[in-house]
């Protein structure tokens, strides 16, 4: 009974530990994905991170309906909601832009237009943080500075 339950141990040993060294593998991947990712969102941009007590939002005033590019089905699709920016208080260029940024609101919204119709409703809903990084970059080029470092948006596809 004792080498049956010693080989028995040995075999359970053997299974855990080559599912364990597959586990730690897919680990490993997966924190080289998500490396990769905000290796490729730093380089795009986006300020490195900005403490709440730092951060001011500034909504969009209207709720914006956005015409998307025809899909498949030939039919025109619309988004419908609100956007926000999220912005660096303690950032140099923040005090210049944010007591004007209300008269820029057109060209922000013209930005975010000019991106949502490059893309399909079912494209829109997919590439959520594309798009974000696409509006959030031409609107730093807007105002050739980073004090914006973060566009969110919520939007009802129809």
């Not at 339950?5 to 924190?31: F, Y």
């Not at 300020?47 to 909504?59: F, H, K, L, P, R």
């Not at 470092?149 to 596809?157: E, I, P």
């Amino acid at each position: 009974l004792l080498v049956v339950n010693i080989v028995l141990s040995a075999i359970m040993m053997i299974s855990v530990t080559s599912a364990s060294k597959k586990t730690a593998a897919l680990v490993a991947d997966i924190s080289t994905i998500i490396g990769l990712e905000i290796d490729g969102v730093e380089k795009t941009g986006v300020v490195g991170a900005v403490s709440q007590a730092d951060t001011t939002v500034y909504d969009l005033t209207d709720e914006t309906t956005i015409p998307l590019k025809n899909g498949e089905d030939g039919k025109a699709h619309y988004a419908v909601g609100k956007v926000s920016l999220s912005m660096n208080s303690k950032h140099e260029d923040y005090a210049t832009y944010y007591e004007t940024f209300s008269t820029r609101e057109g060209l922000i919204k013209d930005i975010i237009f000019s991106v949502f119709a490059n893309y399909t409703m079912e494209e829109a809903k997919a590439n959520s943080n594309q798009i974000k990084t696409e509006i959030l970059e031409k609107i730093q080029e807007l105002f050739g500075s980073d004090f914006i470092f973060g566009v969110s948006y919520s939007f009802l596809y129809s």
